[in-house]
């Protein structure tokens, strides 16, 4: 299991190494995914005035400039996430045109037409999309992510307006703790779930597995 390769992977590594590769994940080899995809964005971070520069004097320009690059290119070794980015230049050009997202017929759109996109090219591709090139499966990845952001969205919406929005409020601090720190509990979790029901996976992972963060909550 992971847990198994993490400990196999800090035998013989001088603290030095601990710290850059699996703590700060200087080398995408962290510890969890969660740490993996922090030290892109706190790269992001790093370059968050030039960002919000271009997003004021480019506009879209420049958010397609980036996009471009990052589909054709990519950000290695900068970024190892080509998408978080692609998404950070979007979201810095929507809060300085914008300064928030609404909820309309735009998002909706957005919402089907990344679905259907991202379900052709799974579709298509199978397991096997690498072969489809770099591009397509970057386009994927994009296509994934925005159907994912489009649905969250508007489900924050009706989260906000309903009557038990109070209660997630009040919850908001610790969100992103939770996410910082929920691969972590998991990952204790799936080591106890292996040992008491083996590494079978049916219908009660699946509850086990999307009930984590929020027992973790």
């Known amino acids: 299991g ?3 390769d993490l400990y196999k992977d800090l035998q013989g590594r001088s603290l030095l190494s601990v710290i850059a590769s699996k703590v700060l994940a200087l080398d995408n080899h962290g510890a ?3 740490l993996n995809f ?3 964005l706190f790269i992001c971070g790093l370059f968050i005035k030039p960002v919000v520069w271009g997003a004021k004097r480019g506009g879209w320009l ?3 400039l980036i996009w471009v690059f990052g589909i054709c290119f990519g950000f290695e070794p900068v970024a190892y996430r080509d998408t978080i980015p692609m998404f950070f230049a979007l979201g810095a050009f929507i809060a300085v045109q914008y300064g928030h997202i609404r909820y309309n017929a735009l998002l909706i759109t957005l919402t089907i037409v990344s679905v259907v996109t991202g379900a052709t090219i799974d579709y298509l591709g199978g397991s096997d999309r690498e ?3 770099r591009a397509a499966e970057t386009l994927y990845g994009i296509f994934k992510r925005l159907a994912i952001a489009s649905l969250f969205l508007i489900a924050a ?3 906000a307006v309903s009557p038990w929005s109070k209660a997630f409020f009040k ?3 610790n969100i992103f703790f939770v996410f910082l720190a ?3 509990f998991f990952l204790v979790a799936c080591g106890i779930w292996r040992q008491i029901m083996g590494t079978h996976l049916n219908s009660a992972y699946v509850v086990f597995f999307v009930a984590n963060p929020i027992v973790f909550l």
Do not use: K, N, P, Q
Request: proline residues 0%.
């Open 157 to 159: 919406y009706f989260i």
């Open 62 to 64: 420049f958010v397609a």
């Open 182 to 184: 929920h691969s972590m």
């Open 32 to 34: 969890t995914e969660a």
């Open 131 to 133: 072969s489809f090139g």
């Open 38 to 40: 922090l030290r892109d």
């Open 171 to 173: 919850m908001e601090r």
């Open 2 to 4: 992971h847990e198994l």
